[in-house]
């Protein structure tokens, strides 16, 4: 008896993932940009969330949490939607070689702008400082955050223009920059302790 009713919730559930999947598709067809925000600023929430549970603490960080999902919102989403539609623009197909340009291109201009404000979002929004604070922590520690950046992002962007479509270029950026966020709150959480 149990068992038939799991298998008829398994169905169900199938049924409102698979509606829930197609709901979405339509939004991003109809109202891009706006799905594309939506969608950054809750992985972004979904990221500041984990991080927060991870590093220890109890009572998630309301206010800090709020500017992580308008910062997915207001930047994260409608950024990478005009990026990716620029960088269609300038560098047309998918072979190898314009593949590469892209990604060279974007990890060269886009990659030290978001980790530079990454920088100054921990440490202005989560840590607390002073800006002058800020800034010094930024001069220290962006050389070693960015060649960790550069050791990463390049791959994911490779498979990104490589392989998506372009209107899913952002939702898998926004994705990985969802478990990314977690990687660098959980880093500069733990350069900070041992400090």
């Known amino acids: 008896m149990f068992g038939n009713e799991k298998g ?3 169905i169900i559930m199938g049924e409102l993932a698979k509606r829930g999947w197609q709901q979405y598709l339509l939004q991003l067809q109809q109202h891009p940009l706006r799905t594309k925000a939506i969608t950054a ?37 409608p950024f990478g939607h005009y990026w990716h539609k620029l960088m269609e623009k300038i560098f ?15 990890q060269l201009t886009s990659s030290p702008w978001n980790t530079l404000l990454f920088l100054f979002y921990y440490g202005y929004v989560v840590e607390g400082r002073p800006l002058s604070q ?39 950026h926004s994705f990985v920059a969802c478990c ?7 880093r500069a959480r733990t350069k900070a302790i041992n400090k």
């Open 41 to 77: 600023g809750v992985l972004a929430g979904i990221s500041d969330s984990v991080a927060q549970k991870l590093s220890g603490i109890q009572n998630l960080q309301l206010k800090r949490l709020l500017f992580k999902v308008l910062f997915g919102f207001a930047y994260g989403g």
């Open 92 to 106: 047309k197909g998918k072979d190898n070689k314009t593949v590469a340009k892209k990604v060279l291109f974007e």
């Open 180 to 186: 990314w966020g977690i990687f660098l709150n959980l």
């Open 8 to 10: 008829k919730l398994k």
């Open 134 to 172: 800020v800034k010094t922590k930024v001069r220290k520690d962006y050389p070693a955050l960015q060649l960790t950046s550069w050791m990463f992002w390049p791959i994911v962007g490779w498979v990104n223009h490589q392989y998506l479509p372009l209107q899913f270029r952002v939702i898998f």
